[in-house]
């Protein structure tokens, strides 16, 4: 008697221990390509699929291989449960037998989140999105002292050969006047939602960002460094790479203090307009300004 009462509560405590312990997730089942593939866990703990898919079934355990009284499947609640779907809740079993997620056709584009949070497996078909705009106070002409501009947002360049590569290449620093200075975040549209891209952490610095989420908090990278960047994002797979090119001058001055200073330079110095024409001041819209150490920078002044 006492070796059943074990045996119950052992089978017990392993349906409800939570799966946010678990560090790694496999995907296996006839639908997945080579028997298996490790899920990526995302910096919020949940964890993600991205990839090609067979028609067939999905299941998603906790080891990378069975083992015998260790590994769990979290299997979906219902019978026929569709891999694609806006959130469906699953039950950790021991029992590998019982059905899994159902994927009906082949496709190489397949994306699916756990949520261990809520035990819900959310599906999709991943399209690309038309363009990709950087909007915030981290450029010129981005932000005032109220808000961001949505009108002003700098749009990615998408690679010529995957629709789901985009990169942007100019110029961030920290301009006066602005609120959030030296912030930005990443649109689908020259808008404020419903596409957006943002950082998993608050003021995370760009150059340390190796992965990204759609959608969720309102958070925005911030820069420490002043310069040029590089930065491309993938959408498929959620990732962000940031490169420094050359970093902006170390005293602090920003581009529109530098400016400034510069209305009152020498022949050397100066400011000038699109065509060229020499300006005794900073003039609203582009400026091109030439520093003292024969730099040229541009300025966009919006008022």
């Known amino acids: ?36 593939q490790q899920l990526v866990k995302r910096p919020d703990g949940q964890f993600r699929f991205v990839g090609p898919l067979n028609s067939g079934e999905v299941k998603i355990r906790t080891t990378e ?16 449960s569709y891999l694609i779907n806006y ?20 496709e190489d584009t397949y994306k699916f989140l756990v949520n261990t949070s809520e035990q819900t497996v959310t599906g999709e078909l991943m399209l690309p999105w038309n363009e990709v705009l950087m909007g915030g106070s981290a450029y010129a002409g981005g932000s005032n002292n109220i808000e961001w501009n949505r009108d002003n947002m700098l749009p990615f360049v998408r690679d010529h050969e995957d629709p789901y590569v985009f990169s942007w290449t100019g110029e961030l620093g920290f301009f006066e006047d602005v609120i959030e200075p030296g912030c930005f975040k990443l649109e689908g549209q020259m808008t404020w939602g419903p596409r957006e891209l943002h950082p998993y952490t608050d003021n995370e610095d760009p150059l340390q960002t190796t992965q990204l989420r759609m959608g969720g908090p309102d958070r925005k990278w911030k820069i420490t460094k002043a310069g040029t960047y590089r930065i491309t994002v993938n959408l498929f797979y959620e990732t962000m790479h940031a490169e420094l090119l050359n970093a902006g001058n170390g005293g602090g001055a ?24 020499r300006q005794q001041r900073l003039q609203r819209g582009l400026n091109i300004v030439r520093k003292s150490d024969g730099t040229v920078r541009k300025v966009y002044v919006d008022r």
């Open 65 to 80: 291989n069975y083992e015998k009284g260790v590994t769990r499947y979290l299997m979906p609640q219902y019978t026929d």
């Open 1 to 36: 008697m006492k070796k059943i009462s074990a045996i119950i509560v052992w089978a017990f405590v392993m349906a409800i221990l939570p799966v946010q312990a678990q560090d790694n997730l496999w995907a296996t089942g006839s639908a997945v390509p080579g028997g298996k």
């Open 254 to 277: 920003t581009a529109i203090t530098e400016a400034r200073n510069a209305e009152k330079g020498s022949q050397k110095t100066g400011i000038v307009d699109l065509q060229g024409r």
């Open 87 to 106: 959130g469906l809740r699953y039950s950790l079993t021991a029992d590998s037998s019982k059905a899994g997620w159902q994927v009906l056709f082949q």
